[in-house]
């Protein structure tokens, strides 16, 4: 069986300041890590994902997340957020076919 | 390319009422399923399919059924609607062994918002 934890349910923060979303797993088999965003009465986007290689992961709007075996770890990271990256982050793992995601953590970023 | 389609995006129900919630996609997609979303809970699992004519329960089936007919098509039945499958479901999609199972991205459609009254 595979779970995620993600250890905030909410985290505010202002304009231009840095964040940490936390998430923690725990699976008995080798997974693969996931990052997705939803907005406001979206359905979920993919952000990023770990598969193998660098521990490190990048997407495209300037968020990170770290793979770390060890402490079971993948947090993701950004050193500067906008407004417009208020939304809800799901990390999720995925082994064979099921994706099993965490409960979420609503990111609001105020002005 | 329409992605993944999901109608329709609302609907109340009375309890005990039947309904499908359709799913569609065009990205010829072995692997579909279908999430619950609720306030707290995150998505929950309820059945998935590898390809047609193959299904399986999630984390939470009970209630629920599915069939897959097509690639395409993968439809959820409420037999009897509760109070308790008041939720925003998600349909969602990706590729199978050629994209490697596990690794690829899960495509999602809108959602589509049930009440059960």
């Known amino acids: 069986a595979q779970s995620v934890t993600q250890l905030d349910s909410q985290v505010p923060v202002f304009e231009e300041a840095p964040v940490e979303l936390r998430c923690n797993y725990s699976?008995?088999?080798?997974?693969?890590l996931f990052w997705y965003v939803q907005y406001p009465n979206q359905g979920l986007q993919l952000l990023l994902k770990?598969?193998?290689?660098?521990?490190l992961v990048e997407s495209i709007n300037g968020f990170e997340a770290e793979f770390n075996k060890s402490q079971t770890s993948f947090h993701l990271r950004k050193p500067s957020v906008h407004i417009s990256d208020t939304a809800e982050y799901f990390c999720?793992?995925?082994?064979?076919?099921?994706?099993?995601f965490g409960k979420g953590t609503l990111l609001t970023v105020n002005p | 390319n329409a992605g993944v389609t999901q109608t329709p995006k609302f609907q109340v129900l009375k309890t005990g009422q039947s309904m499908t919630l359709q799913c569609a996609q065009d990205?010829?997609?072995?692997?579909m399923s279908w999430y619950r979303q609720d306030p707290g809970m995150g998505l929950r699992l309820i059945h998935y399919?590898?390809?047609?004519?193959?299904?399986d329960q999630g984390e939470v089936p009970n209630g629920y059924n599915v069939s897959r007919s097509t690639t395409e098509d993968f439809p959820l039945r409420l037999l009897s609607a509760a109070p308790s499958q008041t939720s925003v479901y998600f349909c969602?999609?990706?590729?199978?062994?050629?994209?490697?199972?596990?690794?690829?991205?899960?495509?999602f459609g809108e959602g589509s918002r049930l009440t059960v009254l």
């Open positions: 699976s008995s088999v080798s997974v693969y």
């Open positions: 990205m010829n997609h072995e692997y």
């Open positions: 969602a999609s990706r590729g199978g062994v050629l994209a490697g199972y596990g690794t690829g991205e899960l495509f």
């Open positions: 399919s590898v390809g047609a004519g193959i299904t």
């Open positions: 770990y598969l193998s290689g660098s521990t």
């Open positions: 999720a793992v995925s082994s064979n076919y099921k994706l099993t």
